[in-house]
């Protein structure tokens, strides 16, 4: 018996906005196979990365004052190993939604407890873990790409998040 598959008809499509994931310490998984790593995994963000494609992205594409999934297709995720502080909240060990709320000079950054979700078409401020709000940094040079990545600062570390011209930076503390 033969088995005739039309694999063009059973793959999906590669995606516009493909999947990316953030780690702190940076490239870990990397560090880890390598037998470099120096620290213990901490954070991994999971999101996705839409392109600019000639946009206006903020105040257009992304609105300001809405709630914004940070990225495309599913809603960006925050995995965290230790129990953190993110702006004056305390939070638990685990894994948490990221969504934000953009306005021109400062956005409020959101953990939310309901995982695996796509968009923010759900979203349920009953469930927020956190808001903090931190402000918004104007650059000249336009990001193509929505990107997200750990640093370290200041005893802690930031999670800068950016596109087209526009970026903030979330700081993170560990317990």
Do not use: C
């Amino acid at each position: 018996m033969q088995l005739h598959l039309n694999a063009q008809s059973k793959f999906p499509p590669v995606d516009k906005s493909p999947l990316d994931f953030s780690y702190y310490p940076v490239n870990y998984p990397i560090l880890r196979i390598q037998e470099k790593a120096n620290e213990p995994l901490m954070a991994r963000v999971t999101y996705s990365r839409p392109q600019k494609n000639g946009r206006k992205v903020f105040g257009e594409l992304v609105e300001y004052g809405s709630i914004w999934r940070l990225g495309a297709n599913e809603a960006t995720e925050i995995e965290l190993y230790r129990d953190a502080k993110i702006g004056a909240a305390r939070v638990k060990k685990g894994r948490y939604t990221m969504y934000a709320i953009p306005t021109t000079d400062k956005w409020t950054i959101i953990l939310n407890k309901d995982t695996d979700v796509w968009g923010a078409f759900l979203y349920d401020p009953k469930k927020d873990v956190v808001r903090t709000e931190v402000p918004v940094q104007h650059n000249s040079d336009a990001l193509e790409s929505f990107s997200m990545y750990f640093d370290k600062s200041n005893g802690g570390v930031s999670l800068f998040i950016g596109w087209d011209t526009e970026m903030v930076r979330v700081p993170i503390s560990f317990f």
